[in-house]
């Protein structure tokens, strides 16, 4: 069974920056792709930024210049730089490792709260 633990959430003021990770108990590069999506209550859950095998990366609309994904395959981890954080940034934060053969399957890890206020 593949793992994904997430650290570094926690509370920040806006403006302010927070980098979190994203291991993984299997080589990063045997996933077709690693992704951190966000989720509020009430919404449904959005991809925030991903990263594939290949190393394209995308990006929400809303995070692009601030959020920059990147990874440590020494490390299995995957980490979102989060910078310019904004109140709207609040949320909890789940790290998604995908395979894509021979059928697609996702892994998720227990997700780890942002929070965004002064």
């Known amino acids: 069974q593949v793992q994904v633990v997430e650290s570094g959430g926690g509370l920040v003021q806006p403006g302010g920056s927070l980098r979190l990770s994203c291991v993984t108990s299997?080589?990063?590069?045997?996933?077709?792709?690693m992704g951190w999506y966000r989720q509020t209550p009430g919404k449904q859950r959005e991809l925030v930024a991903v990263?594939?095998?290949?190393?394209?990366?995308n990006y929400l609309d809303s995070v692009k210049g601030r959020f920059t994904i990147s990874r440590d395959s020494a490390k299995n981890t995957v980490y979102p730089q989060m910078n310019s954080l904004k109140a709207d940034d609040t949320a909890v934060y789940y790290c998604?490792?995908?395979?894509?053969?021979?059928?697609?399957?996702?892994?998720w890890g227990q997700g780890t709260q942002v929070t965004v206020s002064s």
């Open positions: 299997r080589n990063i590069f045997s996933f077709y792709s």
């Open positions: 998604n490792a995908r395979v894509s053969a021979p059928s697609v399957r996702d892994y």
């Open positions: 990263i594939t095998v290949g190393g394209t990366t």
